[in-house]
């Protein structure tokens, strides 16, 4: 298949036949309702294969409706026809990046960005994902290129933001976070960005302030959500700190960081029985992520579980594989939360100093189990005693366990 030749009767005939097809939709497009529009652009191109045009633009189309898949299908075809096409290998890497697929969208952008060095599209493409793949110092210099040449665009100075907030340039960050805000106010992306730093800084007032006009603007924002909670947990502030991790659990089910933020959150107003269904339920969504396990460990040890919990500390050594005892011990607080019921508070007793070098792995593990969502710093969710306990199996669990875990 080849891209139509244009100049000839025929095809000046059939280009006419295209355009005014398009034109009887135009006004369907600018209203955006894609759904009447896409019909269209799928007759055409069932009629006319070999037009790369036509079938860029309808796979542009299905992206803009969220039709991804759809999307990344046809413009496969584009660049098999047509490799040089740079702005369907720009709406692939786009389309690759929303369905989560990172590496795959990177090798797109960077495609991209080595033909045309200054498309924006790319840029904003690849500072995105390498800052969603931990590399914010890689990141900065293609959202600096990005500022150069739209300097008073809020996402862009917003996304220079994200990148610098890592890399111990709060201050920097934080400039860029203000710029992109008086340039549009509303901008959600940069006033969660600058209430994260200010939650960093100690300085909860101010960033619930900020989270406070984004919620507003994105009530279902589980970003939000989650940043909420944490100044709310600064501001000492548990049950409203706990209400919207609840809220962002309710929004996203399936988002793994909200039930470990909602577990920490119960944990903190007693409800350790609670703390475990939550941190289970994250654990079936992303089994062996490291802070997921943590939350789970540092929950089990607090719900008197500490066979359980040293299985779960140090179940990535075994392909983060649970003993059929942590198994049960497990099962069997989630039904006591599902019924209500919680562990009796007990008097807390004062532990005694432990040296960092004498510390176990589980025991330190049990600690950076409340690493918050900034990843930047930890809050502790598990007594030292009941760290302690964990190592040396003095708590008893809610059931028998047949099967000792080992340290």
Known sequence: MTETLRGTPDTNARQEKINAALDAIAYLEQDE????????????????????????????????????????????????????????????????LLLGYLEQAKEAFDAVVEAEPENRNALYGLAT????????????????????????????????????????????????YRAALRIDSQYVPALVGLAKLLVIRKKGEEALAHLDKAHDLQPRNVEVLVAM???????????SAVESFELAHACEPENAAALVHLSIGKRKL??????VYHAAAAWRLAPGNKQVSNALGAALA?????????????????????????????????????????????????????????????DRA???????????????????EQAEEVVEGKSETPGEHEEKASS
Do not use: W
């Open 33 to 96: 309702r894609f759904n009447e529009v896409i019909p269209v652009y799928q007759d055409l191109v069932g009629r006319y294969p070999d037009d790369v045009e036509l079938l860029f633009k309808m796979a542009t189309i299905m992206l803009r409706n969220g039709d991804l898949r759809e999307s990344v299908a046809h413009l496969r075809k584009v660049l098999f026809m047509k490799p040089e096409h740079l702005a369907a290998r720009s709406n692939m890497g786009n389309a690759l």
């Open 129 to 176: 994902i390498l800052i969603k793949m931990h590399g914010h110092a890689e990141a900065e210099p293609y959202a600096r290129r990005l500022v150069q040449l739209i300097p008073n665009s809020a996402p862009a100075l917003s996304l220079l933001g994200d990148a610098l907030s890592a890399e111990t340039k709060a201050e920097a960050a934080t400039l860029n």
């Open 229 to 239: 909670g944490h100044a709310y947990l600064l501001e000492e502030n548990t049950s």
């Open 270 to 275: 007693g409800l350790v029985y609670a703390g």
């Open 302 to 362: 607090a719900a008197g579980a500490t066979d359980a919990a040293r299985d779960v500390l140090t179940s990535s050594s075994r392909n983060s594989q649970f003993l059929e005892a942590t198994e049960a011990a497990i099962k069997e607080i989630e039904y006591l939360a599902e019924q209500g019921y919680e562990r009796p508070v007990r008097e807390e007793k004062v532990a005694p100093e432990v040296s960092e070098q004498s510390k176990s792995v589980e």
């Open 366 to 384: 049990v600690e950076e189990a409340g690493e918050n969502v900034f990843g930047t710093e930890s809050e502790e969710t598990a007594s030292e």
